[in-house]
């Protein structure tokens, strides 16, 4: 209704009833069709016409943010594709089927085929970041990484259960004393893997590899080692000393003794 035909009516009725203050004010407002925000409306034609390569509506921020359009201007199947902006974004419908999200693919391109971002393939097994996290990739067709704080491998956060530091490198996780850079030695096998790789290096080193060899060096004696054999990691066996008498280096029985390994 125009301004004109309002105001002509208000006049009659003022006349009419001799009191203009009865016709309620806000009738006489006519908005010409602009909305109370002055910000475009954006319907669902308008969106898919700025699919084509355009930059997207100006209301429409970057990141992956709902955009709530109006109920009467979009409808839209949730979840559905709607189309590439810019290259490097696309839009979905969002979950009320009455807005559009848009997803920003970063440095990565948007593709029109895969109707999503091509940083890689949604459903992808699980790999591993150079930082050591987990990756995998949404449906959006971008990586996400989760942090794991003992590492990964093989796209699974490793666990680090005997809390030595070790995670995925750790060669027994139920033994704290076997761990990468061990530097002690021990005569019993690791708890859970067995074995006496203590510094996790894929080899049973022994602690004393000789038998007994006595000499002097300087003002003592050099060369104590095993009677006769090398026992193995763990095992026992006779330990021979060398002690300095009269001017030279004699062997000694000493006590049996058990083979240390890392
Ligand atoms: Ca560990
Ligand atoms: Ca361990
Ligand atoms: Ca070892």
Redesign the pocket.
């Known amino acids: 209704m125009g301004r004109a035909l309002l105001a002509a009516i208000a006049v009659a009725l003022a006349a009419s009833s001799g009191c203009w203050a009865d016709f309620p004010e806000n009738l006489l407002h006519d908005d010409g069709g602009v909305t109370e925000s002055g910000t475009p409306d954006i319907t669902i034609d308008g969106a898919l016409g700025d699919l084509d390569g355009q930059p997207p509506p100006p209301d429409l921020p970057a990141g992956d943010t709902t955009v709530d359009s109006g109920p009467s201007d979009i409808s839209c199947t949730p979840g559905e594709f709607l189309g590439c902006v810019s290259g490097n974004a696309f839009l979905r419908c969002a979950s009320s089927g009455k807005a559009t999200r848009r997803i920003d693919c970063g440095s990565a391109s948007c593709s029109a085929s895969a109707r999503r971002c091509d940083q890689c393939t949604p459903g992808a097994p699980p790999t591993c970041g150079a930082g050591g996290e987990r990756r995998t990739c949404t449906p959006d067709g971008l990586f996400v990484d989760m942090p794991c704080a003992s590492g990964c491998a093989a796209g699974v956060c490793c666990k680090d259960d005997d809390n030595d530091g070790a995670g995925c490198n750790d060669c027994d996780d139920g033994d704290p004393r076997a761990k990468p850079g ?1 530097m002690g030695w021990f005569d019993t096998p690791r708890n859970t893997a067995g074995g ?10 022994l602690e004393i590899k000789n038998t007994y060899n006595c000499q002097k060096q300087g003002a003592g004696c050099i060369g104590a080692g095993w009677a006769a054999i090398v026992p193995a990691c763990g095992d026992t066996a006779q330990f021979i000393d060398c002690n300095r008498a009269g001017g030279v280096c004699v062997p000694a029985v000493g006590q049996p003794r058990r083979q240390r ?2």
């Open positions: 061990q006496f790789d203590f510094n996790c290096d894929n080899n049973d080193e390994c890392r």
